[in-house]
């Protein structure tokens, strides 16, 4: 499971993307949850106990009590994220601009993207506006093109800058000549869906879009798996909201999602556009929470109670124990975490088929292989070695947060792993500057880590079929790694830090004005400096010494930068300045703390979207085109956006004594 925690996905909710439609058929059907979709995103930033609960208590309709206690994997919440943290985020959101407009311009550039698939095409007359006000409602959605016959659903969409909403190239155009009756009805119908979206968007603030969905700012949340089958539960505040918000933008459009009941429940399905679709997503909601997920077109009813929960699990995660577990061990906060595990996950490759399993093989012509013991056992000893990734937050507070992934490995592999950590240059300087990114390792010893592990592997290689490959990948990875070359290289780098100060983007200049300094960490840096003087004559004759003085290099004028630059050694670094007053800065950027030796590091300031937006800006200017130009400045609008938010982020991955860990910290403006 990817350690990338909620909070980014908060911040960036306003990155929607188009790009994965498959056609304006498939459009129609989709866009009523794009404002679905983004709104969760916000949403999921802001989650607190329904009435009953309290910290650390599950209660009786937890989105956790529905979480099978056998799930690979999971992310959910055990308690809230303290509601002056949630009425900041979401002030900080709402300071840059209402969301709801930022939606609504992007739609417009969307329902753009729609009609330039019919450039070529005799014009038609209408063809839906997106750019003014919404059409009045269509009562059109049983024509067949814009229905599916018996499922409908909602596909998920990823985050993506609300400026990035290009419309895939696979169009109705793709199946269907774009200008025949078929393909300019599809059209016709995918931006009056447009049309009823923008209009529910528009002007509303963040607040105003989770409202519109029924969302409270604090919520419960899981998104776990049934067997490998995901299902995502969110609760809601205002049910009714939700249902009507997806009727409005159906009455608008014309375009009806298809509908079905299990029991008591009624839900709503989407299997695309192909008559011979295999499977279909589904979401409903229960009681007072949206349960998504997929099904096999022909779901049975047991099937459906299964996924939807009313059937819940004979042995359910009811009191959040495993993830309070983790959350334990892992020095985790309760607001929001999630695991992937590797036994468990192999457990389900290695079991029989479930019902649920047969229903979804057999509706895609499948048969559940079977694993030989061979194989089983090999499986189980890749999960021992790295059994599990994990993440969570282990700080937060209104202006600063924290939060920690880690790819568990078995101990002997993470002591190897940790005699590759070298020191990083320049840790403290970086704390303040624009923006930085570094890496270190010590490539010394990859050598002897490659040959212990390819000849343990010779001498008991891998024998399932499946996993052949590894035992030519890792003989490779030693033939590389032991080859002379890499060895004569490896211990002139250690280390890398580029600590940027300042970017000045200047008109007509290529390449701007910037000044900051760059530490490499070597063993021999007189062979390093060496090199760097037949690519810069002047650096070789400065006649450095290891004492870390600062010297200045002579005016160049073939040299592309023409800022003032230094540069200064010790015996375990070779540093360099640019611009000026960073002479100055030489010696923090060539100070080393034991204690800091991480893989990688990197980071900015919230200013750094601002030089983003110039960028476009000014890019936009050369385009020669209104709409490229407007699709531009809506990206910039977005950068400018962030910037409102960030004061500074900074990430990091470590090789510790748990194996891989990759650390973020956000702090807040």
Not at 125 to 148: I, L, Y
Not at 183 to 204: H, N, P, S, Y
Not at 501 to 515: V, W
Not at 634 to 640: K, W
Request: charged residues 20%.
């Amino acid at each position: 499971m990817a350690a990338t925690p909620r909070f980014r996905v908060c911040y960036h909710v306003d990155r929607v993307t188009l790009s994965h439609f498959r056609g304006h058929r498939t459009m129609r059907k989709l866009i009523p949850c794009l404002l679905v979709v983004g709104v969760f995103a916000i949403a999921g930033c802001k989650k607190e106990g329904t009435a009953g609960s309290g910290p650390g208590v599950v209660a009786a309709d937890d989105p956790l009590t529905y979480v099978p206690s056998d799930t690979p994997y999971l992310i959910a919440n055990i308690d809230p994220v303290p509601a002056d943290v949630t009425g900041y985020w979401i002030a900080q959101m709402d300071k840059g601009g209402k969301l709801g407009d930022l939606y609504a311009s992007q739609l417009d550039i969307a329902a753009k993207a729609v009609r330039d698939k019919a450039g070529n095409c005799p014009a038609s007359g209408g063809g839906g506006s997106a750019m003014q006000d919404p059409p009045e409602a269509q009562g059109d959605s049983d024509d067949p093109s814009s229905m599916q016959s018996d499922t409908a659903s909602a596909e998920s969409m990823n985050g993506s800058a609300p400026a990035d909403v290009p419309m895939s190239d696979a169009s109705v155009g793709s199946t269907v000549d774009a200008c025949s009756p078929e393909a300019i009805a599809a059209r016709e119908k995918t931006l009056k869906l447009i049309d009823a979206v923008k209009a529910e968007v528009a002007g509303k603030d963040a607040k105003g879009l989770l409202d519109l969905v029924g969302i409270a700012p604090q919520n419960h949340f899981a998104f776990y798996g049934i067997g490998v089958v995901p299902v995502m539960r969110l609760e809601l505040a205002k049910p009714d909201n939700l249902r009507a918000t997806i009727g409005r933008i159906e009455s608008a459009s014309g375009s009806k999602l298809a509908t079905g009941k299990v029991g008591n429940l009624d839900y709503w399905s989407y299997a695309g556009d192909s008559a011979d679709a295999k499977l279909q997503a589904v979401f409903a909601i229960s009681g007072n929470q949206l349960v998504a997920t997929i099904a096999p077109v022909k779901a049975s009813d047991a099937d459906l109670k299964t996924l939807f929960g009313i059937a819940k699990p004979a042995k359910a995660m009811g009191d959040g124990g495993d993830l309070a577990a983790l959350n334990k061990r892992m020095n985790y906060l309760s607001y929001g975490s999630g695991y992937f595990d590797s036994a468990k996950f192999v457990a389900v490759l290695k079991a029989p088929p479930s019902p649920l399993e047969t229903s979804f093989l057999t509706a895609i012509g499948e048969k559940k292989p079977a694993i030989d013991p061979v194989c089983a056992g090999e499986y189980d000893q890749i999960a021992a070695a790295w059994p599990r990734a994990s993440f969570g937050y282990t700080e937060m507070s209104t202006k600063h947060m924290v939060a920690r992934g880690v790819l568990e490995t078995r101990a002997d592999i993470a002591k190897d792993l940790e005699t590759l950590r070298a020191p990083m240059p320049g840790m403290k300087l970086a704390q303040d500057a624009l923006v930085d990114f570094g890496f270190s390792a010590d490539l010394t010893r990859l050598p002897a880590l490659a040959t212990k592990y390819a000849d343990a592997n010779a001498k008991s290689p891998w024998k399932c079929e499946h996993l052949a490959d590894l035992n030519v990948s890792t003989q490779k990875s030693k033939d590389s790694l032991t080859n002379p070359m890499f060895a004569g290289y490896a211990p002139m780098f250690h280390g890398f830090h580029a600590i940027v100060d300042k970017i000045d983007l200047k008109d007509g200049q290529p390449i701007p004005d910037f000044s900051g300094v760059v530490a490499i960490g070597s063993d021999n840096p007189a062979s390093l400096l060496a090199m760097a003087g037949s690519v810069v004559p002047s650096i070789g004759s400065l006649g450095l010494k290891p004492d870390g003085v600062p010297k200045a290099l002579p005016p160049s004028p073939n040299l592309p930068i023409q800022e003032p630059i230094s540069a200064a050694m010790t015996d375990k670094l070779l540093a360099i300045s640019i611009g000026a007053g960073e002479d100055a800065k030489l010696g923090d950027a060539m100070k080393i703390d034991a204690t800091q030796q991480p893989l990688f590091a990197g980071g900015a300031r919230g200013e750094l979207y601002h030089l983003i937006a110039t960028t476009m800006r000014k890019q936009a200017k050369n385009l020669g085109d209104a709409d490229a130009q407007k699709a531009m400045e809506q990206q910039a609008m977005a950068m400018d956006m962030y910037a409102t938010w960030f004061k500074r982020v900074q990430g990091s991955i470590d090789l510790t004594d748990q194996g891989i860990e990759f650390h973020e910290t956000v702090d807040m403006q």
